[in-house]
Each structure stands twice: as structure tokens, then as C-alpha cells.
């Protein structure tokens, strides 16, 4: 038999082509989750420091020298966290919850030094992210403490509004204030129904770390948003305490 001639133009059988798109789009889902897991991984790492900062401060709340450490600690690992989201989205509701974070522990770091306030006697004013009531002593001399209950505006302080530097004292009015014998003081307990509350006591009273300051006997309040407040006694409601009896629980539990 004689050999047929191999014609140029003959179609050839081609082998099939790998699915490329496939294999690039599993690449870039791999990428994705791997990205996602490792992000994720550093804010948890992240909210976990933060959570160890606001447990360290709890313990060392009066103690200035630690206190002022760990807050300034604290804002270094809320401007990290801050800078990771503003590579996203600047306006999400976190990346304002940890703005507002971060300017309440700069406050209370410049509460701090200015008047060497612990930064468990601020207070958030609830209806005004801007606002921060705080309870100041005075030692005017051995026989008489002057204790005051001011609040701080951040809109108010024109420093701030300028170039992000506090100062507290342009920012601040006193709202009440009370010559004590030098062994008394006034203490924040919080605010509750527009009621800023406190304690009158002891210099040297220091309850265990679980105390809850809504246990004190003879609790005042003023009126916030009044002109010239008055002090009135404050009666602890029942709903009250029992979550801070709940919270006393809770606390002694986890020593």
C-alpha cells in the first residue's frame, strides 16, 4: 500500500486547555480569606491588648504613676487601630466609636497631669459625646479640702478645636463646689436621670477592688443642665442594686 500524502492544511487535534480562570479565581479566594484571617487575627490581637490596658488600669487606679502609663498605652493602641480603619472607612460606626474612645482617654491623660484627678472620677455625659463631668480635691491646707464637681466641653476648648492639643481649663466651668474638713473629700459615683452622683468621705477610705461606689452610704447628686445646682441626697433604686450587686459578684468571682 502505498503512503498517503500528508496534506499541510490537515486539522490537528489540540489537547484541552486548562481551565486557567478557574485556578486565578481560587488564587484570589485564597488570597482573600488568608488576608481577611490574618486582619482579623491583628485586631483581635489588637482588642485584646486593649482589654488588658482597661484591666491593668482598674488595678492601678490610685496609683498615678502606673495610671498615667497605661493610659498613654492605651492611646498608642487606639491610634493604631485607628489608623488600620481609616483605610477603609473613615465615617464607619467604629472608626467614630474609637475616635471617641481615644479622645476620652487623651482627656482623661490631660485630667491627669493638670489636676492629678484619677480617671475613674470622669464621666461620660450620656446625651453629649463631648461632654465629661469629673470630681476634683483640693488640699487648700490641713484643715480644709476644696472639692469640686466641674465638667469638660471638648466644643468648648478652643485649643482642641484648633489643633487637637486639651487644655482643661478652657474647657471647663465648675458646676459645684464645697470647703470640706481636710480629712473629707467628694468622690463620682456616675450619672443617672440627668443627676450627676457622689460621696462626701474619708481621705484614707479604700474599699476592695470590687466595691461599687453605688454602695456608699449617704449618696448626693446635683441636676446637670441647671444654673447653680444644689446637693440632695440620692436613694439607690432596687433595678440599680441588684446589677451592682451583680457586678460585686461577678468581680469577686474572677480574683
Known sequence: MENQPIVANQP????????RSHTIFAVIISVVVTAAIAGGGVYFWQNMELKTVQNNLATAQNNFT??????????TVLQTQLEEKSQAVTSSGEYVALMDQLNETKFKLALLDFKRVSPYEVFADPQNKNKFYF???????????VSSISVYDFAKDQYFQEN???????????????????QREFRGVGIIDNKFVFVETSIDDSPGPCFSNWF?????????????PTRKDFTLSDELKAVESQKATECQNSL
Open 12 to 19: 490537528v487535534l489540540e489537547m484541552p486547555k486548562t481551565k
Open 66 to 75: 502606673s495610671t498615667e502609663q497605661l493610659l498613654k498605652q492605651q492611646i
Open 135 to 145: 470630681v476634683s480635691n483640693h488640699v487648700e491646707s490641713s484643715a480644709v479640702t
Open 164 to 182: 487637637g492639643i486639651i487644655h482643661i481649663s478652657e474647657g471647663s466651668s465648675m458646676l459645684f463646689d464645697k470647703r470640706l474638713d481636710g
Open 216 to 228: 456608699y452610704r449617704n449618696l448626693s447628686y446635683i441636676d446637670l443642665g441647671v444654673a447653680n
